[in-house]
């Protein structure tokens, strides 16, 4: 006879559970973009997401447990990061030229996304806390949490916003892109990177190389800048 | 694979070492890739005929290829947090979603003109 429970305790204690339904999930996710024709507004990273979050609630595994699983995907985001070195450096001759160009825009961008979420968020009443989640919006996640706790915030509320800006960027940019008549590559990509980080960068890679390229220069160049920028910033008018 | 791994891997880690060291607000990974970066154009400016389209480095390219190619997988564990702030999210959720909305769009309009106007005019 079978003991259920004692499975069950396996199952929970053990990351292969998780893993393995990370992963299926991602697979199922991407096979649905599929079916809408890779249309940007279908995500693979939300029906990923989407699909966990009945599965986590359904069967009532709690996140944390989750995690302990899955962090082992969510590792693999550090040498990810490092990697976008690789397409940057492909594509070094078509970037050299436009370099101050992009870092103009990138620094400019980035001002524009911390300044309208900051606004918004403190005209619509959110509290203190919450805005200054706010601020550190459009930058990668672990960038982002670190300056949302120098300057007040909630770091997990801040890598939630952050998720959720990206996919938003994702999903929708390419509409956004279009309806601006952006057709430059790089001005595209860069514009991806800069407002929503990696899950732009995913995007803008699954598109066109340049537009990678471009999109993993915007993404490091706006955390660096919002890192570096922000805090002392936000010092000077939080007094 | 497993090299170009390893130097994936060496540069992230020394740029968390940094990072923590010398107090940089930068997270490690960021410091990491501009560490491969600078390292990749170092050794073209050193070994010139070691200069290819693709990073020559044993497996460092497919590695990247294959770590980018998967990335939006990547961000779903992150992604399941929005099940632990949903209280929160729900509190707050109409300065939250127009700030993450209409600033993520206007950001991305923003950048995209500045861009391609900046670009147009010096190349």
């Not at chain 1, 203190?128 to 990668?140: D, E, F, G, I, N």
């Amino acid at each position: 006879m079978v003991d259920l429970a004692q499975i069950w305790v396996y199952l929970a204690r053990d990351p292969l559970a998780a893993l393995t339904a990370t992963l299926l999930a991602w697979m199922a996710g991407l096979r649905l973009a599929e079916l809408c024709r890779w249309h940007p507004a279908a995500n693979p990273v939300v029906f990923a997401v989407a699909i966990l979050v009945a599965l986590l609630l359904a069967s009532g595994v709690e996140y944390r447990a989750y995690f302990e699983g899955a962090q082992f995907v969510h590792f693999l985001l550090g040498p990810a990061t490092v990697a976008l070195a690789v397409p940057l450096y492909r594509q070094w001759r078509h970037v050299r030229a436009s370099a101050p160009a992009a870092l103009l825009a990138v620094v400019s961008g980035g001002a524009v996304a911390a300044a309208v979420g900051v606004a918004l968020g403190w005209a619509f009443g959110a509290s203190p806390a919450v805005v200054a989640s706010l601020a550190p919006r459009s930058v990668t996640t672990p960038v982002a949490m670190g300056i949302a706790e120098q300057i007040g915030g909630l770091p997990g509320l801040t890598a939630t916003v952050v998720l959720a800006s990206g996919v938003v960027g994702a999903t929708l940019g390419p509409l956004v892109l279009n309806a601006a008549r952006i057709r430059d590559w790089r001005a595209r990509g860069l514009a991806m990177g800069t407002a929503a980080h990696g899950l732009g960068t995913a995007r803008a890679l699954s598109v066109n190389t340049a537009a990678g390229a471009f999109s993993g220069l915007g993404m490091g160049l706006n955390a660096l800048a919002t890192a570096l920028l922000l805090p002392l910033v936000w010092r000077f008018f939080a007094g | 694979m497993i090299p170009g791994l390893a130097i994936l891997l060496g540069c992230q880690l020394v740029g968390e070492v940094l990072a923590r060291s010398l107090h940089m607000p930068v997270p490690g990974p960021v410091i990491g890739m501009a560490l491969l970066f600078l390292g990749l154009l170092a050794r073209d400016q050193l070994w010139p005929r070691a200069a290819r389209p693709d990073p020559g480095t044993p497996g460092l390219g497919q590695v990247a290829d294959a770590l980018l190619g998967s990335l939006g997988l990547l961000f779903v564990p992150a992604g399941l947090g929005v099940v632990v702030y949903g209280p929160q999210l729900a509190r707050s959720w109409a300065p939250l979603s127009l700030a993450i909305v209409v600033g993520t769009l206007l950001c991305i309009a923003f950048t995209g003109r500045v861009a391609q106007a900046l670009m147009r005019r010096f190349g």
